[in-house]
């Protein structure tokens, strides 16, 4: 089996005139945390939604295993759990009618279904389960997404921006989730304008402008750049970057 | 399985909204109360002056049966000459009549007695069916003096009313509300069921999901097919029940063609939702779709009744066949060899509709 779990080469997204993501090349590796960070409008949303079959991409491949799935994304989308940034929960609905939903529509039998939902209320206290989703704190609702997400058994999770919004404690939490998701072999690549979060991750990409400016391990990037924040790097390559 | 679940949540999300639930229960039957007074052609309580300058026997007998109808109050009457123009223009009366003196037979010697009606024009469709109601008395009036005087008519013509022989503008325009609102609420509901998934981001998990998109715009559709049902079973109860007009038609019938109606409609409100950005420009069109469809679906006006060049337009109209085979089936007792063709053309615009709508979803998710 192949070190990579997919690999992305001449990835490119045209609107138009407009070009969102510019010829980038990269692979995930299999078991990894792959961070993509980049300013607002960097290119990185359109990235995890090319890969994952959400948007149509204008030109470049997408290798699944080695296997080139550009024109069947349905391949990457059997493997994947996907969590948006605003949580892709529906807000009507309880936890546990989410939850229930979620599993129904991946495909859970009515007793794994059954299952699910009792394993939610260890994560979710008692007295919120029978709530609507919009009455709930942000972080009970990134809980609930990343465990929704992870209903359907994927082997990649791609988190778009999962922590925006929510409190440095409950980042913390996540990011201790995401450890013990990586211990049981899943491959996640997520998505960040944070740069605290970078630390976490075990290798990162910055975007500009739909363009790969840097990439590498955090700590080795440190290094080379002989500091001990990655706020100096990013100013860095993005002041570069902008003069070229 | 997995669109079972769908649907659940799509039900769900419908009764979790109070103005979902107002919308589906309490907006069809206040709007079907409200549409089955007032959407009326009759004409009732017309007020009318009376200038009566012959002031003669038969001048009285006519004025004395207008008085008797309960379709027209007399607000005055005089025997001297004066304008009713103003009394019109001031909307006190929608009806003149005037007896000239020559109307009195016997200062008439040629015969031929001078009634004037002055009509106010402006609502045409009352004022032409007063008219109507004014020379059906004066006519009666005549025919029953010619027999007093034993002068015979060489032709006595009788009409005779078939279907709603009480010619109640309710019993063809209750039946025909029914199918409006079904309409509007399909449209309304249903064009606002996609785009609200782009808003709340959550069309990208759909799409992500082990769900076809042939499954999603199936998810979607259906529960608004049942809430579209459920409805028109609320507005046939009540026109039924409460205006009293029975069905004389079959039942079952009614409910494939409102099912074949249905899916049409619904996959164009889902064609509205899949362009749409937001819920507000989905119900811009919706509400767009549903003036269109209600102006050219023979609602108040026959289709026969619309220009030529325009005409052309109600034959991709579903409402217009639907509203045609509901009023066969409630007022005619009609059954299928009698509106077959409406039937097929139903199911060639819910082909085309659906075939393109569906297609443009599976082409928009995946740009």
Known sequence: MSENIIEVKGLTK??????????????IKRGEILTLLGPNGAGKTTTIKMITGLLKISSGKIFLNGKDTTDTPDEIKKISGYMSQKFSLYPLLTPLENVEF???????????????????KKIVPENLLKIKVESLPPGVKQKIALFSALLSKPDILFLDEPTSGVDPEVRRDFWFEIYELKATGKTILVSTHNLDEVEFSDRVIILHRGEIILSGEPEKLLKEYNTNSF?????????????? | MKIYYLMKKELIEILRQKQMIFMVIVSPVFQLLIFGYIATTDVKNLPVEIINISNSRYSQEIINRI???PLFIIKKITSRYESPIKNMKEGKIKAAILF???????RNPSGFPDIQILMDGVDSNSSLIAAGYFNGIINDFLLTEFDKKGISVAVKGKSLLRYNPELKSINYMGPAIVAMLLTVIALFLTSSSIVREKEQQTIDTLLISRLKPVEIYLGKALPMLFVGLLDMFLGVTLVVLWFKIPIKGSIFQLLIASIIYLTAILSIALLISTFTNSQQE????????MITFILLSGLYTPVENIPWGLRWITKINPLQYLMKIIREIFLKGNGMKFFYKDIFSLIIIGSITISFSLFIFKKTVSK
């Open chain 1, 102 to 120: 979620f599993a129904g529509i991946s495909g859970l039998k009515s007793k794994e279904i059954k299952e699910k939902k009792s394993e939610l």
């Open chain 1, 14 to 27: 045209k609107y138009g005139d407009f070009t969102a993501v510019n010829s980038i090349n990269f692979n």
């Open chain 2, 100 to 106: 000239r003196d020559s109307f009195d037979r016997k």
């Open chain 2, 67 to 69: 008085e008797k109808s």
């Open chain 2, 282 to 289: 989905a119900m811009f069109f919706a509400w767009f779709s």
């Open chain 1, 231 to 244: 706020e100096g790097i990013f100013k860095e390559v993005i002041a570069e970057n902008e003069k070229a």
